[in-house]
């Protein structure tokens, strides 16, 4: 008896033509579930644009290995869903930093200031070092440049651990994220601790001086206060690496300071600049200026005895060594810079 799944089907309107004859009708042929091809539904083309729309927006957002990035964010999230990561007993937490929070700040780095970054051989692959910079802009959006040039671009991709004032962990949100980024308290015995542990350690010694200096005053650099800074580098024998900043100055240029307030709010000053309160929150986006990062050659203090650090005409030598150092390096980034913007 004929296999009737080999049974030809005759159409209606007429004889089978001679090339229909050996050909399987459809439906007949293998893997095939006996009933007439059917065209793609309107949904399936609707899953298909949608995927290409996905695909071509995941590429022109994440460039071209965007899978990568994905498969990395994926593997992000199941690590801080399962727990398995590390903060250290000051709060840092190297996951969220490197995945989080120098993503964020990436675009204004790479896109915004257009970062130039010199000398990044004049910081150690390993063990401590203190990094002292001039603070300037505003916002210290500087510290946060810095910590950007040294992780993405020195070959042994360090964190940096800043000292901040202690306005930074009074304020909410910002102290809890200063602390996941590797912030501490501006003291001598967080920044000896980490020295000693081998730790890349960032001061910014004009703090608020240098921060809230009017814009008629840029680029000339505060006090360096009492030298802390030094005596924990002598106290620790680790280098110290002058870092000199210029961009800065102009993402937020200093017109005034609305002191009354600031003293009723209880922060240093109050800002007016050319777009801040006028623009409200449009205020707080940074001016695009051209940015050059320069770390100096390191000075040694291993060479000293233990008592060094007690010794306070060596400290203010020291101090104003860097603080010298740092000032002509600025003047002669600046002429290395013909346009601010």
């Known amino acids: 008896m004929a296999d009737s799944s080999q049974a030809k ?3 209606l309107h007429g004889s089978p033509s001679a090339d229909d004859a050996g050909a399987p009708p459809n439906g007949s042929g293998p893997g095939s579930t006996g009933g007439p091809e059917r065209p793609a539904s309107l949904g399936d083309g609707l899953r298909e644009a949608a995927g290409a729309l996905a695909q071509g927006l995941a590429e022109r957002t994440l460039g071209d290995d965007w899978r990568t990035k994905v498969a990395g964010g994926l593997e992000f999230a199941r690590r801080r869903l399962t727990g398995e990561y590390e903060v250290d007993d000051l709060g840092f937490d190297p996951d969220l930093t490197e995945n989080v929070l120098l993503a964020i700040l990436r675009p204004l780095y790479q896109s915004w200031f257009r970062v130039e970054v010199r000398g990044l051989e004049n910081i150690p692959s390993v063990g401590g070092a203190l990094l002292v910079a001039n603070h300037s802009g505003t916002l210290p959006v500087d510290g946060l440049m810095t910590h950007v ?29 200063a602390r996941k980024g590797g912030t501490t308290l501006a003291c001598n015995e967080d920044a000896e601790r980490l020295l000693s542990a081998g730790e890349l350690v960032a001061v910014f010694p004009e703090g608020y001086k240098g921060l809230g200096k009017p814009f008629s005053e840029r680029y000339k650099l505060q006090r360096f206060g009492r030298g802390g800074f030094v005596a924990a580098a002598l ?36 800002p007016i600049t050319p777009t801040f309160p006028w623009l409200g929150p449009l205020g707080l986006v940074p001016l695009p200026s051209k940015w050059i990062i320069s770390f100096g050659e390191p000075i040694p203090t291993d060479g000293y005895d233990a008592e ?8 203010f030598d020291l101090t104003d060594q860097v603080r010298e150092t740092i000032q002509h390096t600025l003047y002669a980034l600046l002429l290395d810079r013909p346009d601010a913007f």
């Open 9 to 11: 089907v005759i159409p």
């Open 149 to 177: 040039a040294v992780h993405d671009h020195h070959p042994a991709h360090r964190h940096i651990r800043m000292l901040g004032a202690d306005l930074v962990f009074r304020t909410p949100v910002i102290s809890e994220l």
């Open 235 to 270: 106290r620790t024998g680790v280098p110290i690496v002058p870092c000199s900043i210029v961009g800065a100055e102009e993402t937020y240029p200093l017109l005034g300071n609305v002191e009354p307030l600031a003293r009723l709010l209880g922060v240093p000053y109050l």
């Open 308 to 315: 060094a650090a007690e010794d306070p005409m060596l400290v």
